[in-house]
């Protein structure tokens, strides 16, 4: 798939190094792809262009931008009506005003109605690697889209990711971000550390 990531930080680049090196085409979408520190990004499978090439191009795009940056990077980006677009962010410390969070700023600044909520459920450190020991962490996504969620499931096994649970449609979009908060809670509030993740048993 050609993927364009919004937001190359922690979040984008975990998931544009493991997508591209499951062969997908990354295209890392910059504020100023000339900038000197963006050649330290780039690899096989990774390029990088602005915010509205990189979107006009892909097939799918991922959204890792801070809250604040969001709505108006989704407001220059230009017509992206009918691609695929996956939400990561979490609105828990900050709202993107007006909205409640980033999956409805997308839904009603693009009009695209492929759009899904994942990888905002962990660390970016289990999104690189999603293998403890002899058990593969579990995914999560949310929306009304099934189209959307069947290439977030996809996307999420090419990341190494065992399962990827249908956490249910645009009304399930505010759990997923409290279960990403609960992450947090564990991880830094109650100071478990980075290295824990939520996975499924079932019997
Ligand atoms: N950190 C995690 O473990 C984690 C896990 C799940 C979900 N999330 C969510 O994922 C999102 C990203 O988190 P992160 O930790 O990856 O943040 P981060 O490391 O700060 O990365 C954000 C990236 O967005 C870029 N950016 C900011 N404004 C931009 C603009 N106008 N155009 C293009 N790029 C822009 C930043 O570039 P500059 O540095 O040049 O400004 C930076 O590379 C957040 O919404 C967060 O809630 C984070």
Redesign the pocket.
């Known amino acids: 798939m050609k993927i364009a990531i ?9 998931l544009a190094n493991g997508w591209a090196k499951a062969g997908h085409s990354i295209i890392l ?4 792809p000339q ?1 000197e ?1 963006t050649s330290s990004l780039l690899k096989e499978n990774i390029t990088a262009k602005t ?1 509205a090439e990189a979107s006009a191009e892909a097939d799918v795009i991922l ?8 709505v ?2 989704l407001k ?1 980006i230009g017509n992206v009506k009918e691609k695929i677009i996956i939400d ?6 900050g709202k993107p005003d007006p909205y409640n969070n ?1 999956f409805e700023a997308v839904k009603d600044i693009t009009k695209c109605e492929k759009v899904v909520k994942c ?9 690189s690697d999603p293998v403890y020991g002899n058990l593969r962490l579990d995914m999560f996504a949310a929306g009304s889209s099934e189209e959307a969620k069947k290439i977030a499931v996809k996307l999420s096994e090419d990341l190494g990711f065992e399962n990827c649970y249908d956490f249910g449609g645009d009304d399930k979009v505010d759990l997923l971000e409290q279960f ?1 908060m609960s ?1 947090i809670n564990l991880a830094i509030v109650q100071k478990h550390g ?1 290295d824990i993740a939520f996975k499924v048993l079932k019997r």
Do not use: H, Q, Y
């Open positions: 919004l937001g190359a930080g922690n979040v984008g680049m975990a979408g910059l504020k100023d900038n520190k915010t959204i890792s931008l801070p809250v604040s940056a969001t108006s990077v220059e990561a962010t979490n609105s828990v410390f980033c990888f905002n459920s962990t660390g970016f450190e289990n999104m990403a992450w980075r």
